[in-house]
């Protein structure tokens, strides 16, 4: 059984996203003073004491500007899938005309509707109780999602259309959820890159459908969208972020909320797709980024868009791998593909390079090839000399974990490794084990002495 659908309507500012946060229990949507910062639609999973359902965030209804029409067609699409509206208006600033146009148009829908004049801590809440019935879609109830006050009207107001689940889930439950969720080899990538490079507009046409908006203008997307999908029989979740500028260039306060927020989703990925601009490979902004992403062990794809506007791609194509060899070089062989988001073109190429960077990010090598090999290393390039005169010593090797493929060596004088050894010993993996683009944890560890203690 689909779990219900609620979806919070209202004009900008009125604190849709900060009860979206609240009932999603983790501050997942951007919140701040100024009105229409959400844009996108967002989902969660929500609850409410012992009410289970999937929660959609929408952008505040706005009169005009540039995105206003595409803002208001992901509404409707939210109130067209949901199965209760919650109709949010501000206790504060009373009734608007703003709310007055969109309480005529929910009251054509056939759709359950619950009021609720938020912000009604203090004295707000009998001022804005009372104008609120201007509105006429029932009896306004109050509440305060920054303070949590009103949870319990809303929860029985919620279960007439809801039914209880057997049991509430608890956080231990909701992150063990989380969790199976990664067992089950869901594959989540996100799309990052500068400002106005195509990231929305490649996400809409992976999944066939306006799910982000776009436009010519940048900072279009502001918040980090994640969205179930499924590509040739296999579970993934796609998220859409804001574009990353320089930090030095970043003085909005939106703007640097959005920056952390794009990081975060970057971080928590597993698959980092970083997309660039045909006319302006790998620019010193692009490598900062893609350096953070391989910091963080995550596998990166360098998708160059707009390649249908490349007047000569051999020579875009020859600066692109110059610059990935001399300003990438922790991880070699860093995979790239060519598209235009636009015209739906390298798409299926980046999805198998796609699967094809999180199978190696995932691969486990067995511990016996891995020790034959770190024997035949040593013997065509024997390890430095010690201060004692005798050579280093490796004693074996294993692989403790993957996500990213991640090593251990053990040693007597790990101390006295020189850098260039260990990168020797990196690119010999890389070479052996089929681990070219993807980041490499190599760790020499000292070996303890079974007899050291012993008299």
């Known amino acids: 059984m689909t779990e219900p659908i609620v979806a919070i309507i209202g004009r900008a500012n009125v604190g849709k996203s900060t009860l979206f946060n609240r009932l999603i229990g983790r501050k997942k949507a951007i919140v701040h003073d100024r009105p229409g910062v959400t844009r996108d639609r967002r989902e969660g999973n929500g609850s409410l004491f012992d009410l289970q359902f999937r929660l959609i965030d929408t952008a505040g209804l706005e009169e005009s500007g540039p995105l206003s029409e595409a803002m208001w067609q992901q509404t ?11 109709y949010m208006i501000d206790s504060r600033s009373g009734v608007t005309p703003q709310d007055l146009k969109l309480s005529a148009f929910l009251r054509k829908k056939d759709k359950p509707l619950i009021l609720l004049a938020n912000k009604s801590e203090g004295g707000a809440k009998y001022e804005g109780m009372a104008e609120a019935y201007r509105l006429a879609v029932g009896d306004p109830l109050p509440m305060s999602a920054e303070h949590g006050l009103g949870m319990d009207e809303l929860y029985n107001a919620l279960r007439k259309y809801i039914e209880p689940s057997a049991k509430k889930k608890s956080r231990r439950q909701e992150m063990k959820e989380a969790t199976s969720e990664e067992a089950e080899d869901i594959i989540q990538i996100a799309i990052v890159g500068r400002p106005n490079v195509g990231k929305s507009t490649l996400v809409n046409h992976l999944l066939k459908d306006e799910r982000m908006l776009t436009g010519p203008e940048a900072g279009v997307t502001r918040d980090s969208i994640a969205v179930n999908w499924e590509y040739n029989g296999r579970k993934l979740r796609l998220v859409d972020t804001a574009g990353l500028r320089k930090r030095a260039r970043i003085e909005d306060d939106v703007e640097k909320l959005a920056a952390a927020d794009t990081k975060r989703s970057a971080f928590l990925a597993q698959v980092v797709v970083l997309v660039l601009d045909a006319d302006a490979v790998l620019e010193k902004q692009d490598l900062t980024i893609a350096s953070q992403v391989i910091e963080e062990g995550r596998a990166l794809i360098i998708a160059v868009n707009k390649w249908d506007t490349v007047k000569d791609k051999k020579e875009s194509l020859e600066r692109l791998k110059d610059k990935l060899q001399t300003s990438l070089r922790q ?25 094809a960077v999180y199978d190696k990010w995932n691969k486990r090598v067995s511990t016996s090839p891995l020790n034959r090999w770190l024997q035949d290393a040593i013997e065509r390039h024997p390890t430095p000399m010690a201060q004692n005169g005798r050579r280093i010593p490796m004693k074996y090797i294993t692989q403790h974990k993957t996500r990213p493929p991640s090593f251990v060596i053990f040693s007597s004088n790990p101390d006295k490794l020189p850098e260039s050894y260990y990168r020797y010993l990196v690119n010999g993996i890389r070479d052996n084990f089929d681990l070219d683009g993807v980041p490499i944890r190599l760790t020499v560890r000292k070996q303890k002495n079974p007899y050291a203690d012993n008299d």
Do not use: N
């Open 76 to 86: 409707e699409r939210a109130i067209a899938e949901a199965d209760v509206l919650l």
């Open 331 to 355: 991880v070699r062989g860093i995979p790239y593909v060519t598209i235009s988001a636009i015209q739906e073109k390298g798409l299926d190429a980046l999805m198998k390079t796609v699967f």
